[in-house]
T-cell receptor, first 115, second 116 residues
Framework: AQSVTQLDSQVPVFEEAPVELRCNYSSSVSVYLFWYVQYPNQGLQLLLKYLSGSTLVESINGFEAEFNKSQTSFHLRKPSVHISDTAEYFCAVSPWGGSNYKLTFGKGTLLTVNP | DAGVIQSPRHEVTEMGQEVTLRCKPISGHNSLFWYRQTMMRGLELLIYFNNNVPIDDSGMPEDRFSAKMPNASFSTLKIQPSEPRDSAVYFC??????????????FGPGTRLLVL
């Protein structure tokens, strides 16, 4: 089984400041890693994912995450946030193999960007 | 592409009533998921269909919950009888499954259910 811990339930920041949203996971098998974003009153959207290869993955809107296998972490970063980045961010993992459909989500981190 | 479509978007009902939630996945996707989101438990997978067949229903809370997928373009999640503790946001998601890799799941806007 897998578990995901998002260490901060809320992260308030000012516009144009850098931000890091932390995610740690636990699994007895190798996993795929995901960050999903949920804007108010909407469903989740994939932000980025790590399947294999380079441990640094980037999204089209400036977010990046780095897979650190030794620390079992997949922290999400952005060097300069915008008001429009205000949303809830969910880290998730799924196991390699036949059950790779099974996403296990963290509890989410609410990012609030203030002017 | 219209994305995953869910209806209704909001549902208020009284305890004991039957509730039916509906989902239309993205055309061409062969996997469908029902999730429940609550403050206490976060996002939980309820059931997973592949090619219209239920593959994993281990997350379905109890016999009051049932899900069907009669064809590739429609699924329902039914709660009968409903209870206040069923109040949550229910999401449907779909993907084009490739069993060798973690495929992206595309989520609908959700149905916000309140059971009084």
């Amino acid at each position: 089984a897998q578990s995901v811990t998002q260490l901060d339930s809320q992260v308030p920041v000012f516009e144009e400041a850098p931000v890091e949203l932390r995610c740690n996971y636990s699994s007895s098998v190798s996993v795929y890693l995901f960050w999903y974003v949920q804007y108010p009153n909407q469903g989740l959207q994939l932000l980025l994912k790590y399947l294999s290869g380079s441990t640094l993955v980037e999204s089209i809107n400036g977010f990046e995450a780095e897979f650190n296998k030794s620390q079992t972490s997949f922290h999400l970063r952005k060097p300069s946030v915008h008001i429009s980045d205000t949303a809830e961010y969910f880290c998730a993992v799924s196991p390699w193999g036949g059950s790779n459909y099974k996403l296990t989500f963290g509890k989410g981190t609410l990012l609030t960007v203030n002017p | 592409d219209a994305g995953v479509i869910q209806s209704p978007r909001h549902e208020v009902t009284e305890m004991g009533q039957e509730v039916t939630l509906r989902c239309k996945p993205i055309s061409g996707h062969n996997s469908l998921f029902w999730y429940r989101q609550t403050m206490m438990r976060g996002l939980e997978l309820l059931i997973y269909f592949n090619n219209n067949v239920p593959i994993d229903d281990s997350g379905m809370p109890e016999d009051r919950f049932s899900a069907k997928m009669p064809n590739a373009s429609f699924s329902t999640l039914k709660i009968q009888p409903s209870e206040p503790r069923d109040s949550a946001v229910y999401f449907c998601a779909s993907s084009l499954a490739d069993t060798s890799r973690g495929e992206t799941q595309y989520f609908g806007p959700g149905t916000r259910l309140l059971v009084l």
